[in-house]
């Protein structure tokens, strides 16, 4: 009979240990989980919403370009290569 009772008393401890481990386990995911949460928060105060193509609101990577970012006119291009002739001390001249 002493058998039965070291039995229950076997088993009960390691229902206690088993409740304990699973306790931590569950306590160390809902930390991880806020965790992820609040970099997840971050991110999106830093970087923003990821915006999809039906978004009406864009950023400077789909402006215009203004008067001052156009292409440059005939007078503001350089000269190449082909259309240089060297100088008299080496230097190129158009």
């Given at each position: 009979m002493a058998s039965t009772s070291k039995r229950q008393?076997?088993?009960a401890k390691r229902n206690r240990e088993q409740a304990v481990k699973e306790k931590a386990a569950l306590k160390l995911e809902k930390k991880y989980a806020a965790a992820r949460e609040r970099q997840a928060k971050?991110?999106?105060e830093?970087?923003?919403h990821l915006r999809g193509p039906e978004d009406t609101i864009r950023g400077p990577e789909e402006t215009t370009p203004g008067p001052e970012e156009t292409t440059p006119g005939p007078e503001e291009t350089t000269a190449g290569p082909e259309e240089t002739t060297p100088g008299p001390e080496g230097t190129e001249q158009p």
């Open positions: 008393q076997t088993m971050a991110h999106e830093m970087y923003g």
